[in-house]
Every structure is written in C-alpha cells, then in structure tokens.
C-alpha cells in the first residue's frame, strides 16, 4: 500500500464522485452515485460518506490510511476552506461540511469550489501542468472559473474570486441569473447559446437543430452543436460565434489584468465544440497591441475531464497536509 493515500469527491448536482488516489496523482479506485433529488445536506452527506468508505474499501485502504481528504462543491466556499456560503441548485449553503466529514470518518477534510479545484488539477496533472499563472474557464450551463497567481489559488476576499461568468462584456445586454445584465455567462454559457438558437428559429429561420433534436428545443445539447457546426448550421454558427468573441473579449481584459501563461478551456460545450470556439479566443488575444512585444499567451483545452475537480480536490488536500 502507497505511503502517501487521498480521497478526492467531487460533488455534483446529479452525481457525486470519489476516487483513492496516491500522493503522486494515481487514481487507485473510484466510484460514483447519484446526488439525492431534492435532498438536505444531511443526506447528500451521508450519501457521500458511504461512497468514500467503499472506494476506500475497493482500494485496498483502511479510512486511517488517508492523510487527507478533498472535496469540491458547487457555489462560493469561505476563504476558509470550512463550509459553502452559497450554491445553487443543491442545498449546501451553511452546513458545516468540513466538521461532519471529519467528524465521521475521522481523518481531516479540505473543502474547495469545483471549478477551482478542476483548475488546479490541471495544473497538477493536465493542460496548465507546471504553470504558476493561469485562468481556467468553463462555459456549461454557467461559465465557471478559477484563477492561480504566482503560484496560489485566487480566492479573494469572500472566497467569490474568479466568478468569472459575471466578467461585465456588454452593458445593457441580456439578463443574467445573477441579476446583472450583460455578464460573459449570459452571453457564452451552452444555455445562453440555446436562448439564441431558439430565438432565431422562433423568428423564422431554418436550422437543422430543429431536425436533430426532433423539434424539442427545451435543451440543445453539446453534441448536437457540434453536429450542427459540423453542417454548417448559420443559426447555429451565429450564436457559437458570438459565444467565441465574448470569450476572447473577457480573456482579452484578463490578460491586461493578471499575465496569464495560458487560459484553459473546459467542460462538456467545449470538449464538443473546442475547435471552433477556442480559435476564436485565440486570435482576440493574438491580436492585441499592448501585448504582441511582451510574450505568447496560449489557450489550451483542459486534459482530464471529469477527473479534475477530484483530483484539484486532492491537491488541496496535499497542500493542508
């Protein structure tokens, strides 16, 4: 048995992930579960504890054996590291999820923001692999971030750095969940793409969204973006477009305001739809004057999907202990 054993968990809103991972990345076992339906977090935390004592148990490894144990969730997480302030779509905001966990599997718990933690595990093990400056971006349903400075999570004041989806890109533009209006994730997130979709279809225009999601427009998958850019789709090539140049204009301000070596792009839209998007963002940074004499800035796609938030979370973990 390795010297040196983690559990990483991921909590998700439909799922919850653990894997047994060594002090050098490996992952030794893992498992998943569904995320209780309309549950507290007393269940999603009991439904969790028993996931991690199995992937232990499936890996050989006693709860005694673990030196640490990371979790990343969803919502803001307190500078602290020691409970969620707030989230949404799962109900974990205020309970002491760090002291229960400890508590009843008697080891010690790190607790981290999902998409922070996906950043560092980039940076541990994947596409940012060694870089000390780095912006992560994840456009989904929202459009997550995480930052590393010098080196060290970005965390700032309330533990609300790197909100990146509510970056301000067009003043008066759409509405955004968060109440603002013109934020990058009311713009580039998989479901703004959709509002424009549906917008332009409902105004008359052919697309073949229509024929590859059998006329139900509620949700247009990744998949079938792809496949529609694949065609050629003008509809959809608008709204992805748009999409790409929010993103290259909310990179372009990051870069002025922290030097990045790389942004790393992640997330199901972009693991579909990468190779149009991620063009697009790089020639907006490629083509400012400011910085064209001071160095290269590269947007790269994140390497290990849904392993980074566990294995972000153990990095978390591995720098507590």
């Known amino acids: 048995m390795a010297k040196s054993l983690y559990l990483g968990a991921d909590i998700g809103g439909t799922k919850l992930a653990v894997a047994l991972v060594d002090g050098k990345g490996r992952v030794l076992a893992r498992d998943k579960a569904a995320t209780p339906r309309k549950a507290g977090a007393k269940r999603i935390l009991k439904t969790l ?49 760090v002291r229960r966990l400890s508590e009843r599997l008697g080891r010690p718990v790190v607790l981290g923001n999902d998409v922070n933690c996906g950043i560092l595990g980039e940076r541990w093990l994947g596409a940012a692999k060694g870089a000390d400056d780095v912006v992560g971006i994840f456009p989904g349903t929202g459009v997550g971030g995480g930052i590393v400075a010098a080196g060290r999570l970005l965390v700032g004041a309330h533990g609300a750095a790197a909100e990146l989806g509510h970056v301000l890109i067009e003043p008066g533009g759409p509405a955004c969940g968060c109440g603002n209006r013109g934020c990058l994730e009311a713009i580039a997130s998989r479901t703004a793409i959709e509002r424009e979709i549906r917008r332009a279809i409902k105004g008359g225009k052919r697309s073949v969204v229509t024929e590859l999601t059998g006329g139900e427009l509620d949700v ?41 070596n790389l942004f790393v792009f992640g997330g199901g839209l972009v693991e579909a739809c990468g190779d149009f998007l991620l063009p697009i963002v790089q020639k907006a940074i490629d083509r400012d004057p400011f910085f064209r004499k001071v160095g290269a800035c590269r947007v790269v796609e994140a390497k290990l999907g849904d392993d980074a938030v566990i294995l972000g979370a153990v990095a978390l973990a591995r720098a507590a202990r």
Request: proline share 6%; aromatic share 2%; charged share 25%.
């Open 49 to 97: 504890e028993a996931l991690i004592k199995a992937t232990a148990a499936e890996g050989g490894a006693r709860l005694k054996d673990l030196r640490a144990i990371g979790v990343g969730a969803p919502g803001i997480v307190n500078p602290e590291g020691t409970r969620i302030v707030a989230a949404p779509n799962i109900e974990l905001a205020g309970y002491p999820i």
């Open 220 to 260: 247009i998958k990744s998949k079938v973006l792809k496949k529609a850019l694949k065609k050629g789709d003008a509809v959809v090539t608008a709204a992805m477009r748009r999409a790409g140049e929010a993103l290259g204009a909310a990179c372009l301000s990051l870069r002025h305001a922290l030097d990045p």
